[in-house]
T-cell receptor
Framework: GAGVSQSPSNKVTEKGKDVELRCDPISGHTALYWYRQRLGQGLEFLIY????????KSGLPSDRFSAERTGESVSTLTIQRTQQEDSAVYLC????????????FGPGTRLTVL | QKEVEQDPGPLSVPEGAIVSLNCTYS??????FMWYRQYSRKGPELLMY????GNKEDGRFTAQVDKSSKYISLFIRDSQPSDSATYLCAMDSSASKIIFGSGTRLSIRP
């Protein structure tokens, strides 16, 4: 498949546990974005990467959230000590460069914190 | 006040009707305006992209931007049941951080 893939597709965890969400962007795409979508709401920007660096982390809700990207490819979003309000769909998108019109989204990871 | 306001719906129309979806915004710095379609349990897909004010047509879809009123619209002609989805408006000033509306759920009745 040539699209953006994310894993796992669904994750159920207990409050207080750490979770890791993975994003595999389209090959050759240098920019990668993470968004959060709460039920019935729009997308909330979390962080973006240009290559392996993250120029804008302003959307991360708290210091429990972190993300990294290695080799201009795979990115991991980590949520430590999960809370119930972290329950949402986490979407990843990639683009060739930093241009709004070329962001391609993955199917998302649905996170449920019990 | 949210930067981007969008009526969540749901909006239900009969097949063949013209659909009008709208968003208002408050940040006059926005220059790039987009509409995304999101089917249930899928990621959003870009439908229309416009820069600054004006109209853009692509098949049955027309996007309009009125920067003086801070108002954007998406029109769908000859609507089909396959158009049933959530439509998200989005806009951007820096080409790196997109602000999304909350989405309008649209249902086309056969």
């Amino acid at each position: 498949g040539a699209g953006v893939s994310q894993s796992p597709s669904n994750k159920v965890t207990e409050k207080g546990k750490d979770v890791e969400l993975r994003c595999d962007p389209i090959s050759g795409h240098t920019a990668l974005y993470w968004y959060r979508q709460r039920l019935g709401q729009g997308l909330e920007f979390l962080i973006y990467f240009q290559g392996n660096s993250a120029p804008d982390k302003s959307g991360l809700p708290s210091d429990r959230f972190s993300a990294e990207r290695t080799g201009e490819s795979v990115s991991t979003l980590t949520i430590q000590r999960t809370q119930q309000e972290d329950s949402a769909v986490y979407l990843c998108a990639s683009s060739l460069g930093i241009r709004s019109d070329t962001q391609y989204f993955g199917p998302g990871t649905r996170l449920t914190v019990l | 006040q949210k930067e981007v306001e969008q009526d969540p719906g749901p909006l239900s129309v009969p097949e063949g009707a013209i659909v009008s979806l709208n968003c208002t915004y408050s940040n006059s710095a926005f220059q790039y305006f987009m509409w995304y379609r999101q089917y249930s349990r899928k990621g959003p897909e870009l439908l229309m992209y416009t820069y600054s004010s004006g109209n853009k047509e692509d098949g049955r879809f027309t996007a309009q931007v009125d920067k003086s009123s801070k108002y954007i619209s998406l029109f769908i002609r000859d609507s089909q049941p396959s158009d049933s989805a959530t439509y998200l408006c989005a806009m951007d000033s820096s080409a790196s951080k997109i602000i999304f509306g909350s989405g309008t759920r649209l249902s086309i009745r056969p």
